[in-house]
C-alpha cells in the first residue's frame, strides 16, 4: 500500500534530515568554541546534544513501527534499515562533538596560544566530510558517497599531523602540555567524526546501490 | 502398461458406441412414428369437391315479392335445399331412373351442400333462377375413394360405394368436375358425425381455454407455494412431510386427479360439467407438484451470496425475493411450466372423468360451455367406425403436435428473454 | 495532515486516530453467540470507532466473521444461532424491539469475501439500495448518488462509459469495489468487511487497502482479515481471537510491536500451531 507507506517514509527522512541539521550545527558549535575560546557556547553544546538524543530515540520509534506496520522490502526496507544505521552516527557525532566543546571550555580557561594549522585544516576538512556526507543521502547520489568514502584516508593522514606535531610541542613546552593535550583529543574526536562520516556515506551506499561496503578494504585485504 | 491403456480406449469406444447405438434407436422410433403419423394424416388436409351445377329453382322458393328483410330472409331458409341438390344431381344424370338409384346419386354430395347452397343464396339472392356452377363438398365415402382408400377390387357386397357410384364418380372427375383442395373445414369447424365436415376447431379452442384455466391456477400458485416452502418456512417435520406428499403427487397417475375433480368440482361445487374451466382447475391439480418441484428446484439454484449480498445493503425478505431470486429463477421455472403445461395438453383420461367426453358440435364460447379438448377428440375420433376419420384422427395428432411446438417455443422464447448470467 | 494526492483523485483528510476515550458508534458488550451447543463467541467486548479501521485477526474458526456479522445482524437468518449480550449503536442496542432489522442495514453495511454484485447493470447494482430505501428517486438525483459512490469507490472512472454493463463483466476486484460502492451508496455510518481481499490478486488488494484507508475518515470500518499484514497496514486498532475468545485488544502498532499475550505473540510471529 504504497500511498500510505510513502509518507511514512517521508516523514523518517525527514526526521533523519532534522537530526543531520543538528549534528552539524552541533560540530560547528563546538569547534567554534574552541577557536573562538567561549566556555558559554561549549556548555550550550551540551544542551544542543539532548535535542539529537531525543531525535535518535524518535527514530528508534518511527523505523520499529515502520517495519512492524508496513513490511517493507527491496529499497524501502534498504532505506529504512540505513536510516537507522546513520541516525546511530549522527547520534555518536553529537557525543563526539560534545567532547570536543569540553575540550575547547579546558582552552578557553588557558591563555591563548595558538592553534595549529593543521587542526584547522582537519576541523575544516572533517565538517566539509559530514557535509558531503549528508548531501549524498539528501540528494541521493551514490557517486558522492562513494567520494567521500575516499576522502577518509585524507583526515586520517591529516589527524596523524596534528597529533604528531602536538606531541613534539609537549617537550619543547611543558607549561602548555594540557593545551598540546587537549588539541590531541580534538584531533582524535574529529577523526571519528570523519569515520562516522563514512559510515553515513557506505549508508547511503547500500540505499541506493543496494550493496554493503562496510569494512570493504579490511574484508578484501 | 500398453495392454491396460488400450482395453481402456476399447472400452471408451465401445461406450461411445452405445450412446450413439441409443441415440440413433430413439431418433429412428421418434422419426418412425411421426413418418407415420404424417403419412395417414396428411390427406386430412385435403378434401374433395364436386363441381355442381345448381338450379335455384324460384318455384321452389316462393314469392318474395313485398316481403320485409327478415321476412326473406327466413323464408329463403325454409327452402327445400335437398330438393335443389337432387334436382341439380339429376340434371347432370338424368339417365338416373328410380327412387333407390336417385338416392344413391343424391349420397354422392355431402349433406352439408345444403348449407352450402343456402349460405350462397342468403348472401345473393339474385341467384334466383339462374343455374350456377359450385363446388359442393363431396361424401365421405367419395372423399375416401379419391383419395386412394377404396379398394375398387374388392366385390360389390363389400364395398361402401355401389359400382353405379363408382360409375358415376368416374363420370364426374372425366368431366373435370371432381378436385381435391385445401381442406380449411377441418380447420374452422367443430366436431360432426360426417367426417367430411368433421374440423378441429371445436377442440382447439377448448384445449386453448382449458390449458389457459390450468395455467392462470397453477403457475402462480406453484411459483408461490415454492417461494414460500424455500424462502420462508421453517425447517422442521411438517414441512418434510409437505415436501415428500409434493414429490409423490407428481407421480400420480393422471386419471386420479379427473377422479378427484368429479368428486370435489362437479359433486360438491356443482360446476357446469365438461366445461373448460373444471378441465382446466382438475389439470391444474395434476400439474401444480410439477411446478412447485421445478420452481423449487430453481429457487435453490440462485447462489446464496446474491442474497446475502441483498439482505447486505437492507432488502427485506421480500424484496430479496422479488428483486432478486425469482427473476434469477425464473428461466428455470418457465422450463418446468413448460413440462407441466406439455403434459396437460396431451393428458386425455382426466377429463374423460369430468365429462369432457360429449360430442359437442359447437364451439365454446366461454369459460363454462361445454367443449372438448384435442386429446379427447382423438379418442373420439379414433372409436368412430367411418373410414374417414382415420385420417382425421391423424390429422388432430399433427394439431397437437403443433400446438405443442408453439407452446414451447413460445415460452422458450420467453426464457431467453429472461434468462441472466451470474 | 493532508495527503495532496498527484494523479487528480480527490484530496484525502486523514482523521485523527480516535482514543479509547472517545465513544464509539458501536460497542459490543459481552456477547456471546452460539450455533446450536456450540459456543462460537465467548464473551466479548468490542468497540468500533469513527475515522479508524478496527481489523479482527485470528486464526480460522475463531468467531471473527461469526463477531462481524452480529453487528449487521446477518445472523439472524441462520436458523439455530443465538445472540446474547449487548450490542450498541451510538448507544441505542441494534436487538432493541423497536430497530428495524432492515433500517439498521441500511446504517450498517457490509462487505463479503466474495465479490457478490448483483447480476443487473453497474448503475442498478449501485442504486438498489438508495431505492429500496427511498433515499433517491429515479432520475439525476439518483445519478448523482451512483457516480459519488463509484467515485469514492475509486471505481467511476472505470465504469462511467460502461454503467449499463453487467456488474459481473467486471473484473474481480471491480467487483469488489463495486460492491463497496454498493455499500456506501445509502450513505451508512459504520461498514463491516468480511476478509474483502482474499478472493482478489494483489494488485486488487492494494486498490482496496488503499480504498480502506481513504474511507475510514468518514465511516467506522471494521475489517475481519486473516491477513496479519494486511491488518498491520490498513487498520488502528487490533483485535485478535482465539477459540471464540477475544484474546488481545489496543492499537495496531502495540500489538505488531509488543503483544502482551503469549497467545497474541504466537499468533502475530508465526509461532502458532
Known amino acids: 500500500m504504497a500511498r500510505v507507506f510513502d509518507p511514512v517514509l517521508v516523514e523518517l527522512r525527514e526526521t533523519l534530515l532534522r537530526m543531520a541539521g543538528r549534528a552539524e550545527a552541533i560540530l560547528e558549535k563546538s569547534l567554534r568554541s574552541v577557536w573562538e575560546r567561549d566556555a558559554e557556547l561549549a556548555r550550550a553544546v551540551a544542551r544542543d546534544d539532548l535535542e539529537i538524543d531525543r531525535l535518535d530515540v524518535e527514530i528508534d520509534d518511527r523505523?520499529?513501527?515502520?517495519?512492524?506496520?508496513?513490511?517493507?522490502?527491496?529499497?524501502?526496507?534498504?532505506?529504512?534499515?540505513?536510516?537507522?544505521?546513520?541516525?546511530?552516527?549522527?547520534?555518536?557525532?553529537?557525543?563526539?562533538?560534545?567532547?570536543?566543546?569540553?575540550?575547547?571550555?579546558?582552552?578557553?580557561?588557558?591563555?591563548?596560544?595558538?592553534?595549529?594549522?593543521?587542526?584547522?585544516?582537519?576541523?575544516?576538512?572533517?565538517?566539509?566530510?559530514?557535509?558531503?556526507?549528508?548531501?549524498?543521502?539528501?540528494?541521493?547520489?551514490?557517486?558522492?558517497?562513494?567520494?567521500?568514502?575516499?576522502?577518509?584516508?585524507?583526515?586520517?593522514?591529516?589527524?596523524?599531523?596534528?597529533?604528531?606535531?602536538?606531541?613534539?610541542?609537549?617537550?619543547?613546552?611543558?607549561?602548555?602540555?594540557?593545551?598540546?593535550?587537549?588539541?590531541?583529543?580534538?584531533?582524535?574526536?574529529?577523526?571519528?567524526?570523519?569515520?562516522?562520516?563514512?559510515?553515513?556515506?557506505?549508508?547511503?551506499?547500500?540505499?541506493?546501490?543496494?550493496?554493503?561496503?562496510?569494512?570493504a578494504s579490511k574484508l578484501a585485504g | 502398461m500398453q495392454a491396460r491403456l488400450a482395453s481402456r480406449h476399447a472400452a471408451e469406444r465401445r461406450f461411445r458406441l452405445y450412446g450413439l447405438f441409443a441415440i440413433g434407436v430413439a431418433v429412428a422410433t421418434l422419426g418412425g412414428l411421426l413418418f407415420s403419423i404424417v403419412g395417414k394424416g396428411y390427406t386430412a388436409f385435403v378434401q374433395t369437391e364436386i363441381l355442381l351445377d345448381v338450379y335455384f329453382d324460384a318455384a321452389a322458393v316462393g314469392d318474395l315479392e313485398g316481403l320485409g328483410d327478415d321476412e326473406r330472409t327466413a323464408a329463403l331458409r325454409r327452402v327445400d335445399y335437398a330438393g335443389l341438390l337432387r334436382d341439380s344431381l339429376r340434371a347432370q344424370f338424368p339417365e338416373v331412373e328410380g327412387r333407390s338409384a336417385v338416392r344413391a346419386l343424391t349420397a354422392l354430395v355431402s349433406a352439408g351442400a345444403r348449407t352450402t347452397l343456402r349460405e350462397?343464396?342468403?348472401?345473393?339472392?339474385?341467384?334466383?333462377?339462374?343455374?350456377?356452377?359450385?363446388?359442393?363438398?363431396?361424401?365421405?365415402?367419395?372423399?375416401?375413394?379419391?383419395?386412394?382408400?377404396?379398394?375398387?377390387?374388392?366385390?360389390?357386397?363389400?364395398?361402401?360405394?355401389?359400382?353405379?357410384?363408382?360409375?358415376?364418380?368416374?363420370?364426374?372427375a372425366a368431366e373435370g368436375r371432381i378436385r381435391t383442395v385445401f381442406n380449411r373445414t377441418f380447420l374452422t369447424a367443430g366436431d360432426s358425425r360426417e367426417p367430411e365436415l368433421a374440423g378441429i376447431w371445436g377442440a382447439l379452442v377448448g384445449t386453448v381455454l382449458t390449458l389457459a384455466v390450468t395455467l392462470a391456477v397453477s403457475f402462480p400458485m406453484g411459483v408461490l407455494a415454492a417461494v414460500y416452502l424455500e424462502e420462508f418456512a421453517p425447517r422442521?417435520?411438517?414441512?418434510?412431510?409437505?415436501?415428500?406428499?409434493?414429490?409423490?403427487?407428481?407421480?400420480?397417475?393422471?386419471?386420479?386427479?379427473?377422479?378427484?375433480?368429479?368428486?370435489?368440482?362437479?359433486?360438491?361445487?356443482?360446476?357446469?360439467?365438461?366445461?373448460?374451466?373444471?378441465?382446466?382447475?382438475?389439470?391444474?391439480?395434476?400439474?401444480?407438484?410439477?411446478?412447485?418441484?421445478?420452481?423449487?428446484?430453481?429457487?435453490?439454484?440462485?447462489?446464496?451470496?446474491?442474497?446475502?449480498?441483498?439482505?447486505?445493503?437492507?432488502?427485506?425478505?421480500?424484496?430479496?425475493?422479488?428483486?432478486?431470486?425469482?427473476?434469477?429463477?425464473?428461466?428455470?421455472?418457465?422450463?418446468?411450466?413448460?413440462?407441466?403445461?406439455?403434459?396437460?395438453?396431451?393428458?386425455?383420461?382426466?377429463?374423460?372423468?369430468?365429462?369432457?367426453?360429449?360430442?359437442?358440435?359447437?364451439?365454446?364460447?366461454?369459460?363454462?360451455?361445454?367443449?372438448?379438448?384435442?386429446?379427447?377428440?382423438?379418442?373420439?375420433?379414433?372409436?368412430?367406425?367411418?373410414?374417414?376419420?382415420?385420417?382425421?384422427?391423424?390429422?388432430?395428432?399433427?394439431?397437437?403436435?403443433?400446438?405443442?411446438?408453439?407452446?414451447?417455443?413460445?415460452?422458450?422464447?420467453?426464457?431467453?428473454?429472461?434468462?441472466?448470467?451470474? | 495532515m493532508l495527503l495532496a494526492a498527484s494523479d487528480g483523485r480527490p484530496e484525502v483528510i486523514v482523521a485523527n486516530s480516535s482514543t479509547e476515550d472517545d465513544k464509539p458508534k458501536m460497542k459490543a458488550t459481552a456477547v456471546d453467540v452460539y450455533y446450536g451447543d456450540t459456543h462460537a463467541v465467548k464473551k466479548v467486548d468490542l468497540p468500533i470507532f469513527v475515522g479508524d479501521v478496527t481489523a479482527l485477526i485470528g486464526p480460522s474458526g475463531c468467531g471473527k466473521s461469526t463477531l462481524l456479522r452480529c453487528f449487521n445482524r446477518m445472523n439472524d437468518s441462520i436458523a439455530g444461532c443465538r445472540v446474547e449480550g449487548e450490542i450498541t449503536l451510538e448507544g441505542r442496542s441494534i436487538f432493541d424491539s423497536e430497530i428495524d432489522v432492515v433500517q439498521l442495514r441500511a446504517r450498517v453495511g457490509m462487505v463479503f469475501q466474495k465479490p457478490n454484485p448483483f447480476p443487473k447493470s453497474v448503475y442498478d447494482n449501485v442504486a438498489y439500495g438508495p431505492r429500496i430505501h427511498g433515499i433517491a428517486r429515479k432520475g439525476p438525483?439518483?445519478?448523482?448518488?451512483?457516480?459519488?459512490?463509484?467515485?469514492?469507490?475509486?471505481?467511476?472512472?472505470?465504469?462511467?462509459?460502461?454503467?449499463?454493463?453487467?456488474?459481473?463483466?467486471?473484473?474481480?476486484?471491480?467487483?469488489?469495489?463495486?460492491?463497496i460502492a454498493r455499500a456506501i451508496a445509502v450513505d451508512p455510518e459504520v461498514i463491516l468487511m468480511d476478509e474483502p481481499c482474499s478472493a482478489l490478486d494483489p494488485i486488487?488488494?492494494?486498490?482496496?487497502?488503499?480504498?480502506?484507508?481513504?474511507?475510514?475518515?468518514?465511516?467506522?470500518?471494521?475489517?475481519?482479515?486473516?491477513?496479519?499484514?494486511?491488518?498491520?497496514?490498513?487498520?488502528?486498532?487490533?483485535?485478535?481471537?482465539?477459540?471464540?475468545?477475544?484474546?488481545?485488544?489496543?492499537?495496531?502498532?502495540?500489538?505488531?510491536?509488543?503483544?502482551?499475550?503469549?497467545?497474541?505473540?504466537?499468533?502475530?510471529?508465526?509461532?502458532y500451531g
Open chain 1, 63 to 215: 523505523v520499529l513501527k515502520a517495519l512492524a506496520l508496513q513490511a517493507p522490502v527491496a529499497g524501502d526496507l534498504r532505506e529504512v534499515v540505513a536510516i537507522k544505521m546513520i541516525a546511530n552516527d549522527l547520534e555518536r557525532i553529537g557525543d563526539l562533538a560534545r567532547n570536543i566543546a569540553k575540550s575547547g571550555a579546558r582552552l578557553a580557561e588557558q591563555p591563548r596560544i595558538a592553534i595549529d594549522p593543521a587542526l584547522t585544516l582537519l576541523a575544516s576538512d572533517t565538517q566539509k566530510l559530514l557535509q558531503q556526507a549528508l548531501d549524498s543521502f539528501s540528494r541521493a547520489d551514490a557517486a558522492a558517497a562513494r567520494a567521500v568514502l575516499d576522502e577518509d584516508d585524507r583526515i586520517d593522514a591529516e589527524e596523524d599531523a596534528v597529533i604528531s606535531s602536538a606531541l613534539r610541542m609537549i617537550p619543547e613546552s611543558p607549561s602548555t602540555a594540557s593545551e598540546a593535550v587537549d588539541v590531541i583529543m580534538i584531533a582524535k574526536n574529529l577523526e571519528r567524526v570523519g569515520d562516522h562520516a563514512t559510515n553515513i556515506a557506505e549508508g547511503v551506499i547500500l540505499i541506493f546501490e543496494a550493496r554493503n561496503v562496510k569494512h
Open chain 2, 236 to 422: 422442521n417435520r411438517w414441512t418434510d412431510l409437505i415436501e415428500v406428499n409434493i414429490n409423490n403427487l407428481a407421480a400420480v397417475p393422471s386419471i386420479v386427479f379427473g377422479l378427484l375433480g368429479l368428486a370435489v368440482f362437479l359433486n360438491v361445487l356443482n360446476l357446469p360439467r365438461s366445461a373448460p374451466l373444471v378441465g382446466g382447475l382438475t389439470l391444474a391439480l395434476m400439474t401444480l407438484p410439477t411446478i412447485i418441484i421445478a420452481a423449487r428446484s430453481a429457487i435453490l439454484s440462485v447462489p446464496p451470496s446474491i442474497r446475502e449480498a441483498a439482505r447486505g445493503v437492507g432488502a427485506s425478505p421480500l424484496q430479496v425475493v422479488a428483486h432478486h431470486v425469482l427473476p434469477l429463477a425464473l428461466p428455470g421455472i418457465l422450463t418446468g411450466a413448460i413440462i407441466g403445461m406439455a403434459r396437460a395438453l396431451g393428458e386425455t383420461a382426466p377429463l374423460l372423468m369430468i365429462g369432457m367426453v360429449a360430442f359437442i358440435v359447437d364451439v365454446p364460447a366461454s369459460l363454462t360451455d361445454a367443449a372438448t379438448a384435442l386429446p379427447v377428440q382423438v379418442f373420439l375420433w379414433a372409436d368412430s367406425p367411418e373410414r374417414g376419420f382415420v385420417e382425421k384422427v391423424s390429422g388432430a395428432i399433427l394439431v397437437l403436435l403443433t400446438f405443442l411446438l408453439l407452446m414451447n417455443a413460445g415460452a422458450i422464447v420467453m426464457r431467453q428473454k429472461f434468462e441472466k448470467r451470474w
Open chain 3, 204 to 271: 486488487a488488494t492494494a486498490k482496496i487497502e488503499e480504498l480502506i484507508y481513504e474511507l475510514r475518515g468518514r465511516f467506522a470500518i471494521a475489517i475481519v482479515t486473516h491477513n496479519m499484514q494486511q491488518a498491520a497496514r490498513v487498520s488502528q486498532w487490533t483485535a485478535f481471537f482465539h477459540l471464540g475468545e477475544l484474546v488481545e485488544y489496543g492499537r495496531t502498532e502495540d500489538i505488531f510491536t509488543n503483544p502482551v499475550q503469549e497467545r497474541t505473540r504466537d499468533y502475530i510471529t508465526g509461532r
Open chain 2, 120 to 172: 350462397e343464396l342468403v348472401t345473393d339472392p339474385d341467384l334466383l333462377a339462374r343455374r350456377v356452377p359450385l363446388w359442393l363438398t363431396a361424401d365421405d365415402e367419395v372423399d375416401m375413394l379419391m383419395k386412394g382408400q377404396v379398394a375398387r377390387d374388392l366385390p360389390e357386397s363389400e364395398r361402401r360405394l355401389s359400382d353405379a357410384q363408382l360409375a358415376w364418380v368416374d363420370a364426374l
Open chain 3, 141 to 179: 438525483e439518483m445519478d448523482a448518488i451512483v457516480e459519488s459512490s463509484l467515485e469514492r469507490a475509486g471505481l467511476w472512472a472505470e465504469v462511467k462509459d460502461r454503467l449499463q454493463e453487467s456488474g459481473t463483466a467486471l473484473s474481480g476486484g471491480q467487483q469488489q469495489r463495486l460492491c
